[in-house]
């Protein structure tokens, strides 16, 4: 199959000022797309067969060609979804209980989740997924994520690379990871619990 770039679910000024529109414009239509290409380049030049995205992660991240790109491709399909100019504000039903559950309240999940962002040395992703049952923080390097080695089935990716923030906030990774949750879908990420437990 032919991996394509999926439109955003909004336009690109739509997270201001959280988020810019110039670095949605860049990250998608030249980062993200550069992703795309590569990857079908990389499964033509391997010869490998139509699978479902988590098989070819799980199964031909051993390439980095696939590694990355295949990476670069489904987190950010997964990132655009996760944010809504309507996002922000806290978990309800089974995601806020699940949230209590594992981390004890919302405002210290936040502080771990953002502490895997912060403390990922470089260029990469900072996680929520979902382990036995149970909800769990991990972060990756470069376009790694928790399908390639299965660690954890991930609901919320965080994308920590420079070209995600810097244009609008220079080397304050952390005054972004503030600002971004102002614009995560709950809704969707308890959508993406339930499909996960
Ligand atoms: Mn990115």
New binding site residues.
Partial sequence: MTYELPDLPYDYDALEPHIDALTMEI?HSK??NAYTNNLNAAIDANGIPDMPISDLLRNHSDIAGIRNNGG?WW??CQ?WEAMSPDGGGTPSGDLATAIDAAFGSFEEFKAVFQNAGMTQFGSGWAWLGVKDGVLCVCSSPN?DNPLMDGCCSPILGL?V?E??YYKKYGPGRATYVEAWWNVVDWNEISRRLSDAL
């Fill in positions: 990250h980062h993200h670069g987190n950010h990132f376009q994308d690379w070209h995600a």
